[in-house]
């Protein structure tokens, strides 16, 4: 198809119609000269058809015709191009233009079939004969009908009490009703024409030329009041009307009433007397009223609020001195516009469709309030409570509207300073790093941040919708909710406790909760501030911590273990050395020195058996090393009583190392020294706090302590290692000789090694 179209005018692979078949010149133009004939004429036609449809007016079916015109002009390009072909074999373009004529040709058929109906309706130049002579006869009937219609129009003017007229456009009358030939007394045929006008009073002749005048000119209605004298010679007040009506005959005529308001007009004029009496009371009436409008506007431009008047439709008809500082305004730049285009609201679009909407509902009958911004002289902005009122009248008709304000510019920043305190307030509540809520009194959860939701797995919503005890553990909730009675009741005013929630997947999550009411002024609970850290690496870590704390623990005990028994073995040794020997000053020197192992080892049999690796028992420590030595120097503690007084907590092993070595020697110059020749006594241990400090005292009431013998400067390696050790527990140790023998060392709760 588109191989056709692109090829519709090539004449190519098609001879010229000359070289088809054996065309003579003469049959050849036989046929040319015959087409472009019928061509010619074809495009004569429609020209002329074209002529007639334009220049008859109201041409029936037009529309066929110009189909006629197509089909004809169709028509003769096929013909055309028959004789073209015999030069230029455009057979597809001669083929495309028959195809034209033959569809132009169908449609004229269907059109014609068409409106074949309406062709076979006209009439016959009989029957149109037939319809003038029906049309002429209506006509006479018409006219007899008009002289009847007119008479009866007559004898209705004759019926109205109205003086009837009609005038020509000069002022003629050619017609005066019965009325006014019987009141004026004058014959009519003297009154036609101007003669009528010597009925007028002279003094209205001239207002009455110059109304008519203006009335002809304007082709106006005629309206004037003007007196007419009567058939008595009294004069009485009429009003006159007349209008302009044109004639069949294509003339302008006037037709008038003159009505009689004579007794109106004595009445007007009664009522003019009455009105100057009203108007001196109302003159009176008036000095009063500006006298209290003075006291308003005394009132008015006094008040702190801005305040207004204006019309229902919402121009300006009043504003206070308050209203005009504010926006640096005259009073004559805002009396008589709308108040929506003074400059208090024309700085937003957005507020003075507000103020129209405001303005609308006011006239209405109802009032409105909003609050706006208006910017001052000095550019700041002031916020204002703004109202608009109705005020109405007796019958409740709006008559003024009332616009109010009150500058709130302070109470908006508080406001703003609030709002950005709660927004403030809000961010940190909601990105807390840790789980925030406000629960109401009955547990139910009101607000829950993003960490809490996080976690327990639920939704802010879903939270919303239960309860804490819901999701708490029931091994928690008793005491969870004892803590909260307690709050409720004033008894404390914040509680923290471990607690376990359930997650929404099922797992327990460990939290640390921390909980504070908030009261309201009448102190009565709002809700409560729960501060939720989930501590489950915390949990993890401290059971990971006890479980290394276990291992060292055991690891401890061994280590105190085999100090205990390698210290064990040192004492078994010297004994096994002083076994060897017969010197008694080396057998005393292997039994101090055994006891001074044995005292430590004490120490770490202690720590070993304790629970608490770090401190030793000291009382407990001192009965054990007393036995010991009983046993070393074959004293019964029958005959060498032990009096121990411990009041002090358990102590640290730097400090109970010492100090045992410290009590062991000092008991052991007790037995050696104090009872050598007695066969009774009693030693006295003694260990408390005093001021922060360790307070140990040793004491016998034995021989006594030689008075010529300085124990801080002695040979004796014994006082030597007790001034040592005292020195190491960062202490100071005196001596006291009064009835035996008693040492005080003073020490502190910790040392600095």
Same mark, same amino acid.
């Given at each position: 198809?588109?191989?056709? =179209? $692109?090829?519709?005018?090539?004449?190519?692979?098609?001879?010229?119609?000359?070289?088809?078949?054996?065309?003579?010149?003469?049959?050849?133009?036989?046929?040319?000269?015959?087409?472009?004939?019928?061509?010619?004429?074809?495009?004569?036609?429609?020209?002329?058809?074209?002529?007639?449809?334009?220049?008859?007016?109201?041409?029936?079916?037009?529309?066929?015709?110009?189909?006629?015109?197509?089909?004809?002009?169709?028509?003769?390009?096929?013909?055309?191009?028959?004789?073209?072909?015999?030069?230029w074999p455009a057979y597809r373009l001669a083929g495309v233009l028959?195809?034209?004529?033959?569809?132009? $040709?169908?449609?004229?058929?269907?059109?014609?079939?068409?409106?074949?109906?309406?062709?076979?309706?006209?009439?016959?130049?009989?029957?149109?004969?037939?319809?003038?002579?029906?049309?002429?006869?209506?006509?006479?009937?018409?006219? #007899?009908?008009?002289?009847?219609?007119?008479?009866?129009?007559?004898?209705?003017?004759?019926?109205?009490?109205?003086?009837?007229?009609?005038?020509?456009?000069?002022?003629?009358?050619?017609?005066?009703?019965?009325?006014?030939?019987?009141?004026?007394?004058?014959?009519?045929?003297?009154?036609?024409?101007?003669?009528?006008?010597?009925?007028?009073?002279?003094?209205?002749?001239?207002?009455?030329?110059?109304? =008519?005048?203006?009335?002809?000119?304007?082709?106006?209605?005629?309206?004037?009041?003007?007196?007419?004298?009567?058939?008595?010679?009294?004069y009485r007040w009429f009003k006159t009307r007349a209008v302009l009506?044109?004639?069949?005959?294509? *003339?302008?005529?006037? &037709?008038?009433?003159?009505?009689?308001?004579?007794?109106?007009?004595?009445?007007? %004029?009664?009522?003019?007397?009455?009105?100057?009496?009203?108007?001196?009371?109302?003159?009176?009436?008036?000095?009063?009223? /500006?006298?209290?409008?003075?006291?308003?506007?005394?009132?008015?431009?006094?008040?702190?609020?801005?305040?207004?008047?204006?019309?229902?439709?919402?121009?300006?008809?009043?504003?206070?001195?308050?209203?005009?500082?504010?926006?640096?305004?005259?009073?004559?730049?805002?009396?008589?516009?709308?108040?929506?285009?003074?400059?208090?609201?024309?700085?937003?679009?957005?507020? @003075?469709?507000?103020?129209?909407?405001?303005?609308?509902?006011?006239?209405?009958?109802?009032?409105?309030?909003?609050?706006?911004?208006?910017?001052?002289?000095?550019?700041?902005?002031?916020?204002?409570?703004? $109202?608009?009122?109705?005020?109405?009248?007796?019958?409740?008709?709006?008559?003024?509207?009332?616009?109010?304000?009150?500058?709130?510019?302070?109470?908006?920043?508080?406001?703003?300073?609030?709002?950005?305190?709660?927004? /403030?307030?809000?961010?940190? &509540?909601?990105?807390?790093?840790?789980?925030?809520?406000?629960?109401?009194?009955?547990?139910?959860?009101?607000?829950?941040?993003?960490?809490?939701?996080?976690?327990?797995?639920?939704?802010?919503?879903?939270?919303?919708?239960?309860?804490?005890?819901?999701?708490?553990?029931?091994?928690?909730?008793?005491?969870?909710?004892?803590?909260?009675?307690?709050?409720?009741?004033?008894?404390?005013?914040?509680?923290?406790?471990?607690?376990?929630?359930?997650?929404?997947?099922?797992?327990?999550?460990?939290?640390?909760?921390?909980?504070?009411?908030?009261?309201?002024?009448?102190?009565?609970?709002?809700?409560?501030?729960?501060?939720?850290? %989930?501590?489950?690496?915390? +949990?993890?870590?401290?059971?990971?911590?006890?479980?290394?704390?276990?291992?060292?623990?055991?690891?401890?005990?061994?280590?105190?273990?085999?100090?205990?028994?390698?210290?064990?073995?040192?004492?078994?040794?010297?004994?096994?050395?002083?076994?060897?020997?017969?010197?008694?000053? #080396?057998?005393?020197?292997? /039994?101090?020195?055994?006891?001074?192992?044995? $005292?430590?080892?004490?120490?770490?049999?202690?720590?070993?058996?304790?629970?608490?690796?770090?401190?030793?028992?000291?009382?407990?420590?001192?009965?054990?090393?007393?036995?010991?030595?009983?046993?070393?120097? +074959?004293?019964?503690?029958?005959?060498?009583?032990?009096?121990?007084?411990?009041?002090?907590?358990?102590? @640290?092993?730097?400090?109970?190392?010492?100090?045992?070595?410290?009590?062991?020697?000092?008991?052991?110059?007790?037995?050696?020294?104090?009872?050598?020749?007695? @066969?009774?006594?009693?030693?006295?241990?003694?260990?408390?706090?005093?001021?922060?400090?360790?307070?140990?005292?040793?004491?016998?009431?034995?021989?006594? &302590?030689?008075?010529?013998?300085?124990?801080?400067? @002695?040979?004796?390696?014994?006082?030597?290692?007790?001034?040592?050790?005292?020195?190491?527990?960062?202490?100071?140790?005196?001596?006291? *000789?009064d009835r035996g023998t008693t040492f005080t060392v003073r020490f502190?709760?910790?040392?600095?090694?």
């Open positions: 198809m588109w191989d056709f =179209w $692109s090829h519709l005018f090539d004449s190519s692979g098609f001879p010229p119609r000359w070289k088809c078949g054996a065309w003579t010149s003469s049959h050849g133009w036989l046929h040319i000269l015959s087409d472009l004939g019928v061509w010619s004429a074809y495009f004569a036609i429609p020209l002329v058809l074209g002529y007639f449809a334009a220049r008859r007016r109201g041409l029936p079916f037009r529309a066929v015709l110009l189909l006629f015109v197509a089909f004809i002009i169709l028509c003769g390009l096929t013909h055309l191009m028959e004789a073209v072909i015999f030069w028959k195809l034209l004529t033959a569809v132009v $040709s169908w449609v004229t058929v269907f059109a014609l079939l068409r409106v074949t109906p309406q062709v076979m309706a006209f009439r016959s130049p009989a029957e149109l004969e037939a319809e003038i002579a029906r049309r002429k006869q209506a006509e006479e009937l018409i006219q #007899a009908s008009y002289r009847e219609s007119e008479q009866r129009y007559r004898m209705l003017l004759e019926g109205v009490p109205q003086l009837v007229w009609t005038c020509l456009p000069d002022g003629r009358c050619d017609y005066l009703s019965r009325q006014w030939v019987e009141y004026t007394g004058v014959p009519e045929v003297e009154q036609l024409g101007f003669g009528w006008s010597e009925a007028v009073h002279p003094d209205d002749r001239p207002h009455l030329l110059e109304r =008519w005048t203006r009335a002809v000119s304007e082709s106006g209605p005629f309206d004037v009041e003007f007196r007419i004298r009567g058939g008595s010679g009294e009506f044109q004639q069949d005959d294509g *003339t302008c005529k006037w &037709f008038g009433t003159n009505t009689d308001i004579h007794d109106k007009k004595l009445f007007e %004029d009664r009522l003019k007397s009455s009105n100057a009496t009203l108007e001196e009371r109302v003159a009176e009436r008036t000095q009063a009223l /500006q006298r209290s409008e003075q006291r308003f506007r005394a009132i008015f431009h006094t008040q702190f609020q801005f305040i207004g008047l204006m019309s229902p439709d919402g121009v300006v008809l009043e504003a206070n001195r308050a209203a005009l500082a504010a926006a640096g305004v005259s009073e004559a730049s805002v009396i008589g516009k709308f108040f929506w285009e003074t400059p208090w609201w024309t700085h937003d679009s957005v507020q @003075t469709d507000r103020l129209r909407e405001a303005i609308r509902r006011a006239a209405g009958g109802q009032r409105d309030r909003f609050e706006a911004s208006h910017p001052r002289p000095d550019g700041a902005v002031i916020w204002v409570d703004f $109202s608009i009122s109705p005020f109405n009248d007796d019958d409740g008709n709006v008559v003024f509207l009332i616009p109010e304000g009150r500058d709130i510019t302070e109470r908006k920043l508080i406001e703003n300073a609030l709002r950005l305190q709660e927004e /403030q307030f809000r961010s940190a &509540f909601d990105y807390a790093p840790i789980g925030m809520a406000l629960v109401a009194p009955d547990g139910k959860w009101l607000r829950a941040n993003r960490s809490l939701c996080e976690y327990v797995g639920y939704t802010e919503s879903e939270l919303l919708a239960v309860d804490f005890q819901t999701i708490t553990h029931p091994d928690d909730l008793e005491a969870d909710l004892g803590h909260i009675e307690e709050m409720l009741a004033g008894k404390i005013r914040t509680y923290q406790m471990e607690k376990r929630y359930f997650h929404k997947q099922g797992h327990l999550v460990p939290v640390l909760l921390a909980v504070s009411l908030i009261r309201d002024s009448d102190g009565k609970p709002v809700y409560f501030i729960s501060h939720i850290m %989930d501590i489950t690496q915390r +949990k993890l870590s401290e059971v990971q911590m006890k479980a290394s704390l276990r291992e060292k623990e055991v690891l401890l005990k061994e280590i105190h273990h085999r100090v205990k028994n390698n210290l064990q073995i040192i004492s078994t040794l010297l004994d096994l050395q002083s076994g060897h020997t017969t010197d008694r000053a #080396a057998l005393a020197m292997f /039994q101090e020195s055994r006891g001074r192992v044995r $005292s430590m080892a004490l120490i770490h049999e202690r720590l070993y058996r304790s629970q608490d690796m770090a401190r030793v028992d000291f009382a407990e420590y001192i009965r054990q090393l007393a036995d010991d030595l009983y046993r070393t120097y +074959k004293v019964s503690d029958d005959d060498i009583r032990l009096e121990l007084a411990i009041d002090i907590p358990p102590l @640290t092993i730097d400090i109970a190392i010492p100090c045992g070595l410290l009590l062991n020697e000092l008991m052991s110059n007790c037995f050696k020294h104090a009872f050598a020749d007695a @066969t009774e006594g009693c030693i006295r241990v003694a260990l408390h706090r005093d001021n922060g400090a360790n307070v140990l005292i040793v004491s016998d009431d034995g021989a006594g &302590f030689p008075a010529d013998t300085d124990f801080q400067n @002695t040979t004796s390696f014994g006082l030597q290692l007790v001034n040592t050790l005292v020195d190491q527990l960062d202490g100071e140790i005196g001596l006291t *000789t502190p709760k910790t040392t600095r090694h």
